[in-house]
């Protein structure tokens, strides 16, 4: 809005369009130079600070683009890659057979405590806690003194029931060889001969009835004499039998003073020391049977149909890692545990040199087929990443990358059922540097 007071004087120059006004009352609005300056100062300044900032944040992004297309050109160069040192092993075909692996304890095979069986003092004691024995061998022995004075008073009795039936010792003996016997044997006969003669008598009249009568009851009474003197004898000899019977458990008293070893194997715990007085099975030293040892293992259900008397199986226990040993399946338990759903299976294991303890726990593979060839590689060269098996194999000195799927152990080799072939050559060290296309240069 323009009020003019007094005359105009209007003109244009340079700096653009001028209005003046004169006289005292003047008022001069005008598009200036200076605000016009001032505003193109600020778009400047505007312009330089946006031109400041791209500086600061696109220079470092270019740089680093141009370094990382550097490096890549480098990389990507196969005249500047840097080859890594491995070594190598080829994939072999072997039989190999199929089995499941099982864990379980071993068990001695029979255990026996051995106890005193007469009474007696411990005189001697031959053995002690961990020695091996043999069956039949002397461990220890009981006070035999006591023993011996029975079998001398079993004797005694024994001779003095002979000599009064008159017999010998390894004579055979009948009741009528007797003297007693013989005695009424004889009376018996003249008795019947008595007898005989006055029943001829009286059928002719010769005799009175009372001496025909008498002959009768004298033979009847010869008769009960010799029956009871039979009767006697054969009393006697069966108390000769009990003494002899006597006398043979008298001399066994003395033979179990002797204590021997009923089965081959060690003394798995003491009980009683020299000088110590036991009853009759007073504990004197329990033994174990090492040889062969049994292996409780339990298989799981979904194997359980393929465990098989008579399969073999293989195992290794902590205390002897190089070392593997061998077992055969005897027995099968009736059913499953409830609590496990596993069928427990008893194998033999042969231990002749007596390195296997009871007690002693075991890894063991159970052999449930036979053997049928399958590829094999280090177990070294196999890298486990981000779920995938997979090995390195080696391709006109690069390495290619190849996923696999393995099987069953044997040993430091691991069975490789998908994804490689026999001969095939692979890297056994530095796996963790090696990737797809990697050169390589092998040390073997």
């Known amino acids: 809005m323009l009020v003019v007071r007094d005359p105009v004087d209007f003109k244009i120059d340079e700096d653009g369009p001028t209005v003046s006004f004169k006289g005292e009352g003047k008022v001069m609005i005008e598009q200036s130079r200076f605000g016009r300056k001032m505003r193109l100062l600020v778009m400047v300044g505007v312009a330089g600070g946006l031109g400041l900032l791209f500086w600061f944040y696109l220079r470092p992004m270019e740089r680093d683009a141009a370094v990382e297309a550097k490096v890549a050109t480098v990389s990507s160069s196969p005249s500047a890659s840097v080859a890594i040192d491995v070594t190598s092993a080829a994939a ?119 001496v025909y009568d008498q002959a009768r009851i004298n033979h009847g009474l010869a008769q009960a004499r010799h029956q009871a003197a039979v009767d006697a004898v054969n009393q006697q000899l069966a108390v000769v039998e009990q003494q002899r019977a006597a006398l043979a458990l008298a001399r066994k008293s003395l033979t179990d003073t002797i204590v021997r070893a009923p089965i081959t194997g060690a003394v798995k715990e003491k009980f009683a020391a020299r000088g110590a007085y036991l009853g009759v099975g007073g504990r004197i030293l329990s033994l174990v049977k090492i040889n062969p040892l049994r292996l409780r293992a339990d298989v799981p259900e979904y194997a359980a149909a393929s465990a098989k008397v008579g399969q073999s199986m293989t195992l290794r ?43 002693m726990f075991a890894k063991s593979n159970l052999i449930l087929s036979k053997a049928t060839p399958v590829v094999l590689v280090p177990q070294r060269a196999v890298v486990t990443a981000a779920g995938l098996t997979k090995l390195f194999v080696l391709e006109n000195g690069r390495i290619a990358e190849r996923i696999v799927r393995t099987g069953v152990m044997d040993g430091e080799l691991v069975e490789i059922s998908e994804g490689i072939r026999e001969g095939e050559i692979v890297a056994t060290s530095n796996t963790d540097k090696l990737q797809q296309g990697s050169l390589i240069r092998t040390a073997n």
């Open 92 to 210: 072999i075909t072997r039989n190999l057979e199929r089995g499941l692996e099982v864990v379980g304890s071993l068990a001695a095979d029979e255990e026996v405590l051995i106890g005193a069986q007469v009474p007696g003092e411990l005189a001697e004691l031959k053995v002690d806690f961990g020695s091996f024995v043999t069956a039949g061998q002397v461990i220890a022995q009981i006070d035999q003194r006591d023993a011996k004075l029975r079998i001398e008073q079993a004797e005694a009795a024994l001779r003095q029931t002979m000599a009064r039936l008159g017999m010998k010792e390894g004579e055979k003996f009948e009741a009528r060889q007797n003297a007693e016997v013989k005695i009424a044997q004889g009376a018996l006969e003249l008795a019947t001969v008595e007898l005989e003669r006055a029943a001829r008598l009286i059928e002719k009249g010769d005799i009175a009835r009372a």
């Open 317 to 359: 226990v902590e205390a002897f890692p190089e070392q593997s040993f061998t077992g055969r399946v005897v027995r099968i338990g009736a059913s499953l545990s409830e609590q496990t759903r596993s069928l427990t299976v008893e194998a033999e294991v042969a231990n002749p040199r007596n390195l296997l303890r009871p007690g």
